[in-house]
């Protein structure tokens, strides 16, 4: 109930700074527009951004007889965290990295990279993959995948603001000035940013403790975050710079130049993980 209460009201506020990018793009009639897009984003989102950000990534499924140990692993980590098995993806991507979808554990889908699958040990993995079963069990990925789909759709409409030829700005007529237009483009995303980072931080550290608990081997996971955040740093992931408003599903920020734990960073920093992992062993 508590994770539903934080789904709404995150809906809530994302629709609301959607709405007033509407507003100042084109006034009375763009706030009741964006009030539109928003409702029919969230009610899309609910049902069908796992799907959609799956296929983003041109994530494909794999079962039992194409991918059987990866397969075998996530059913036995799954039993033990208390879930039904979730669907298996692999996405075509040298960058080491993994996530979880899927509006509740019963529609769950784990998506790795085939590079997480090159560069770890079975230890290693396993730590992952718990990881990303406990933002499943936590109802992590509902919130996440729909803030990605609604953080994308703001960076959109404030693009769109650069285009709009500059009118009175009354709320009237609508339109904002060239300087105003700027400004939304920059600020709207910069504000739906704000709002990921503040879901995603915690749910990564819990979420690595969730891990810790599910396999027992803290240090596992530590292992495989050094080695993934190592590479990431190296290897692009063309998913995820084209769709950076995913960014903060995976394991490890994907994102080229995010080197550390700055402000807009979409993850805690590895060291600040690693040292909580190593505590816990």
């Excluded at 109930?1 to 006034?27: C, E, K, P, Q, S």
């Excluded at 889908?109 to 933002?135: D, F």
């Excluded at 819990?206 to 810790?212: E, H, I, Q, V």
Aim: charged share 15%; no cysteine; glycine share 8%.
């Amino acid at each position: 109930m508590d994770n539903l209460l934080r789904t709404g009201l995150l809906m809530a506020a994302l629709t609301a700074l959607l709405m007033i990018v509407g507003y100042w793009i084109g006034g009375t009639n763009g706030t009741l527009v964006a009030f539109l897009i928003a409702a029919a984003t969230n009610v899309w989102s609910f049902w069908n951004a796992d799907t959609a950000v799956l296929s983003w990534y041109n994530a494909q499924p794999v079962d039992a007889r194409q991918a059987p140990a990866l397969v075998r692993l996530v059913d036995s980590l799954a039993a033990r965290a208390g879930l039904p098995p979730p669907k298996v993806y692999i996405i075509n991507s040298d960058q080491p990295n993994a996530f979880a979808t899927g509006r509740d554990p019963a529609h769950a889908a784990v998506a790795v990279n085939t590079g997480l699958l090159q560069v770890l040990s079975e230890p290693e993995l396993a730590g992952v993959l718990a990881h990303e079963l406990t933002h499943v069990r936590n109802r992590d990925t509902l919130t996440m995948t729909i803030t990605a789909t609604l953080a994308g759709a703001i960076g959109t409409l404030a693009n769109l603001g650069m285009f709009m030829r500059p009118t009175r700005g009354d709320g009237r007529n609508g339109g904002v000035g060239a300087i105003g237009a700027l400004l939304i483009m920059v600020l709207a995303p910069l504000t739906a940013t704000l709002v990921q980072l503040a879901i995603s931080r915690t749910r990564e550290f819990s979420a690595d403790r969730g891990s810790a608990e599910i396999t027992g081997q803290p240090l596992a996971l530590a292992s495989a975050l050094r080695k993934i955040d190592g590479i990431a740093r190296q290897v692009p992931n063309a998913g995820a710079e084209r769709n950076p408003a995913t960014a903060h599903l995976f394991i490890v920020n994907p994102l080229a130049g995010v080197n550390f734990d700055s402000l807009f960073a979409t993850h805690p920093s590895v060291e600040q993980r690693v040292a909580r992992l190593q505590a816990m062993a």
